[in-house]
């Protein structure tokens, strides 16, 4: 996470988590997106839900993020790229008539059992909460 630690999802057994996959940080449909997570945190929180944020930028990276937008929820740092790949996130992508590899911003509802129950990859950056808790 942005602080050094790792994070593993069977330490969240029990609790349900929402996370997410964004491209960068800083940018405005990341922020925008993290953002309406941070404004509705309260109404995840009580649906029970941990809000987990994934992006291939480094934990100083995050830290600055979290501390301009004031968000409440970790942000896992995947330099490596394993944990985007693994997600099946990392891939080419087209911006402008440019190909390039990246992250295809992806949220996944995860249950109490650590299932999958809902893939949203169709994000509404400014209403994704409400993409969540449908």
Same mark, same amino acid.
């Not at 630690?5 to 069977?10: V, W």
């Not at 405005?28 to 993290?34: D, H, I, N, R």
């Not at 992806?106 to 999958?116: A, C, R």
């Given at each position: 996470?942005?602080?050094?630690?790792?994070?593993? $999802?069977?330490?969240? /057994?029990? @609790? +349900? #988590? &929402?996370?997410?996959?964004?491209?960068?940080?800083?940018?405005?449909?990341?922020?925008?997106?993290?953002?309406?997570?941070?404004?509705?945190?309260?109404?995840?929180?009580?649906?029970?839900?941990?809000?987990?944020?994934?992006?291939?930028?480094?934990?100083?990276?995050?830290?600055?993020?979290?501390?301009?937008?004031?968000?409440?929820?970790? $942000?896992?740092?995947? /330099?490596? @790229? +394993? #944990? &985007?790949?693994?997600?099946?996130?990392?891939?080419?992508?087209?911006?402008?008539?440019?190909?390039?590899?990246?992250?295809?911003?992806?949220?996944?509802?995860?249950?109490?059992?650590?299932?999958?129950?809902?893939?949203?990859?169709?994000?509404?950056?400014?209403?994704?909460?409400?993409?969540?808790?449908?």
């Amino acid at each position: 996470d942005q602080n050094g630690g790792k994070i593993a $999802l069977a330490e969240f /057994e029990g @609790k +349900k #988590v &929402v996370l997410y996959f964004y491209p960068k940080d800083m940018t405005p449909g990341c922020t925008v997106q993290s953002c309406n997570l941070r404004d509705n945190y309260q109404a995840l929180l009580d649906k029970g839900y941990v809000v987990l944020g994934c992006s291939v930028d480094s934990p100083a990276r995050h830290v600055k993020f979290i501390e301009k937008y004031d968000l409440p929820f970790s $942000l896992i740092s995947d /330099e490596n @790229k +394993k #944990v &985007v790949e693994d997600y099946g996130v990392w891939g080419l992508k087209k911006f402008m008539g440019k190909e390039y590899m990246g992250i295809s911003r992806t949220t996944f509802v995860i249950d109490e059992k650590g299932v999958i129950e809902d893939v949203i990859t169709k994000v509404d950056t400014k209403q994704h909460t409400n993409q969540i808790l449908k």
